[in-house]
């Protein structure tokens, strides 16, 4: 059975993927798990209840890869929580449902964006609940991926202490200097910078490294939607910082490059260089 998780695919390849290598020897106050995965156990659950090879585990998690954040279950849902299936995740055997524990895993041969070949994942998990393959499927057909980001995004700016709020399009505007030039009108062709990230704050898009951006206003597809709506509100010489959701970004389906988790929103640095 196959849920559709609002999960990234590149992090369900970091969990579906079993044959970890990783350099030899112990690492202290952790247990071997096997196939080169370590763990270390924090806070035991009471019931004791284990996965059966069907059933899911329902967990909160963050994973860091040294000092970056590469995912945060947090940030990712309106629960908080992912759904991870117990045969595509055979190290959490270890695991009863209430545990807390940190897993160091390889970085070597995961498809991660950025993903050194060597050093290993911390993966801090907290097993809220197993569940049975229908309880999942259950569980996976009743969230709300529009509300779910209005918690997430919620979430995100209670967390950095920033008053602000969603507008009636659902951006958030953290930033505004409108600028002082010419705007933007059909058929000119626009100059800017953008830089993009993931509310875990990984960079998903950075037009400096590859020397700017260059479009004709007016031409459908050439820029995201939020990132027209906020240029049309800016002049020569603006700035902003926005936070948009996925249906003003890349929508229920992701970026092309799978960089972009589906239904995720994204916060935007944009500038607005020329109009000519």
Same mark, same amino acid.
């Given at each position: 059975?196959?849920?559709?998780?609002?999960?990234?695919?590149?992090?369900?390849?970091? /969990?579906?993927?079993?044959?970890?290598?990783?350099?030899?020897?112990?690492?202290?106050?952790?247990?071997?798990?096997?196939?080169?995965?370590?763990?270390?156990?924090?806070?035991?659950?009471?019931?004791?209840?284990?996965?059966?090879?069907?059933?899911?585990?329902?967990v909160?998690?963050?994973n860091?890869?040294?000092?970056?954040?590469?995912?945060?279950?947090?940030?990712?849902?309106?629960?908080?929580?992912?759904?991870?299936?117990?045969?595509?995740?055979?190290?959490?055997?270890?695991?009863?449902?209430?545990?807390?524990?940190?897993?160091?895993?390889?970085?070597?041969?995961?498809?991660?964006?950025?993903?050194?070949?060597?050093?290993?994942?911390?993966?801090?998990v907290?097993? !809220?609940?197993?569940?049975?393959?229908?309880?999942?499927?259950? !569980?996976?057909?009743?969230?709300?991926?529009d509300?779910?980001?209005?918690?997430?995004?919620?979430?995100?700016?209670?967390?950095?202490?920033?008053?602000?709020?969603?507008?009636?399009?659902g951006?958030?505007?953290?930033?505004?200097?409108a600028?002082?030039?010419?705007?933007?009108?059909?058929?000119?062709?626009?100059?800017?910078?953008?830089?993009?990230?993931?509310?875990?704050?990984? %960079? /998903?898009?950075d037009?400096?490294?590859y020397?700017?951006?260059?479009? %004709?206003?007016?031409?459908?597809?050439?820029v995201?939607?939020? %990132?027209?709506?906020?240029?049309?509100?800016?002049?020569?010489?603006?700035?902003?910082? %926005?936070?948009?959701?996925?249906?003003?970004?890349?929508?229920?389906?992701g970026?092309?490059?799978?960089?972009?988790?589906?239904?995720?929103?994204?916060?935007?640095?944009?500038? !607005?260089?020329?109009?000519?």
């Amino acid at each position: 059975m196959k849920l559709n998780s609002t999960v990234s695919v590149s992090f369900l390849v970091l /969990v579906s993927s079993l044959l970890f290598s990783c350099s030899e020897g112990k690492y202290p106050g952790y247990s071997d798990a096997g196939e080169g995965v370590y763990y270390k156990l924090h806070y035991p659950g009471e019931s004791g209840k284990k996965a059966g090879p069907d059933d899911y585990y329902e967990v909160i998690m963050l994973n860091r890869f040294g000092e970056e954040v590469i995912f945060d279950s947090q940030l990712e849902s309106g629960d908080g929580t992912l759904l991870m299936q117990s045969e595509a995740s055979k190290y959490f055997s270890v695991l009863s449902e209430g545990d807390s524990a940190t897993f160091l895993l390889s970085g070597a041969g995961l498809a991660l964006p950025g993903m050194p070949d060597t050093g290993m994942i911390e993966m801090n998990v907290k097993v !809220l609940r197993i569940l049975s393959a229908d309880e999942a499927a259950e !569980l996976e057909a009743n969230r709300d991926a529009d509300a779910g980001e209005v918690l997430v995004i919620k979430r995100y700016l209670a967390r950095k202490g920033i008053k602000a709020a969603q507008d009636s399009s659902g951006m958030v505007q953290l930033e505004m200097n409108a600028g002082s030039g010419k705007s933007p009108e059909k058929g000119d062709t626009v100059d800017i910078q953008v830089k993009g990230e993931l509310l875990n704050g990984r %960079i /998903v898009d950075d037009s400096r490294t590859y020397g700017g951006l260059s479009f %004709i206003w007016g031409d459908e597809g050439q820029v995201l939607p939020g %990132i027209r709506m906020v240029l049309s509100r800016m002049k020569e010489g603006g700035n902003a910082k %926005i936070i948009l959701p996925s249906r003003l970004a890349f929508g229920s389906g992701g970026s092309s490059t799978g960089i972009v988790p589906a239904n995720t929103p994204v916060i935007y640095t944009i500038e !607005l260089l020329h109009t000519r």
